[in-house]
């Protein structure tokens, strides 16, 4: 008797993040290649490899607060700054290794995400999102007035990594750093959805008042989610800054809160994946558009003081489109195409 198809027979098998052969040769084969890639490219391309890896960890940050636990949030580039002040305060002015820095980095904004969580208790929606927003206005006044700390408008500039006398001063270096984190954090993510917390987070966004019945406390996963959701936009925040070794208050403004909120509602909703390709989307977009416009208006020279313009306008609109037309977002139609071939040449 011969049997096809993908059987599972425990929970543990059901559980598993890699759950055939052939897609734990696929993600190992796609580690390798993000292994050379930096061999492979230089210049841009590897600076915005490099940046949608630490857009990566704070999408994935934001995603299990707003994604899994239905807490939205208009802060995220708030945050995003006080992890990088506080890795460049501990780094530049104390003179503090990068390796405290970072881990300082993301308690300390998984303190101030819980201490703006607290109104979660009363708040949510349209309202939670507004007193996300006013943290996110006040976080942007403490960065320039706070001199002492923060250098005020002057910003502060801090060092590279360096282990036992060798400094991450390259692109290429630091990538493999960054590339470790994130590949440590994601991991993470996905297996604290498959715990007990994960799916308290899961029953507190899709039934609140059906969770406190079954004895979750609200209060408490709420306050927990911000803190996780925190803690991964501060360390995304502290990578950033040691990226462009440099960090000032005009780089976390609401403009960045925005656009990790879009990452999450275009690569999905609730999905670890679609916080990857959500990062994916919003970095590249902007380079694609920016590259075809250059290009337009070198040859048709009339609408070169319109390019910026056409550019933003272009980039609004196809996030519109992709809104109305993929509203579940990419990992969605990542999963409809793999359910395609999957039963293919039989799909109907």
Known sequence: MHYCGDFRTTYQKDMEILQTPFVRVCVTVFFVFLLVWPFLVSGDYLW??????IAS???VGLNILTGFTGQISLGQGAFLGVGAYT???VTAKLGLSFWVGVPA?????????????????RLKGLYLAIATLASQFILEWIFIR???VTGGSYGITIPRPSIAGFTFSTDRSYYYIVLFIAAAMILFATNLMRTKTGRAFMAVRDHYISAEIMGIHLFKYRILSFGISSFYAG???????HSLKY??????NIEVSIVYLAMIIIGGLGSILGSLFG???MILLPKLLSALTATVSADIPAVATLAIAFEHGIFGLIIIMFLIFEPDGLAHRWKMVKAYWKLYPFSY
């Open 48 to 53: 915005i490899t490099l940046q949608i890896l």
């Open 57 to 59: 960890i704070g999408a």
């Open 87 to 89: 890795s460049a305060y």
């Open 105 to 121: 980095a993301g308690l300390m904004t998984a303190m101030a995400g819980m201490v703006f969580g607290i109104p979660s208790l």
């Open 146 to 148: 706070w001199e002492p």
């Open 235 to 241: 360390v995304a925040g502290a990578l950033f800054g």
């Open 247 to 252: 960090v000032s208050s005009e780089q976390f």
């Open 279 to 281: 990062a994916v989307f």
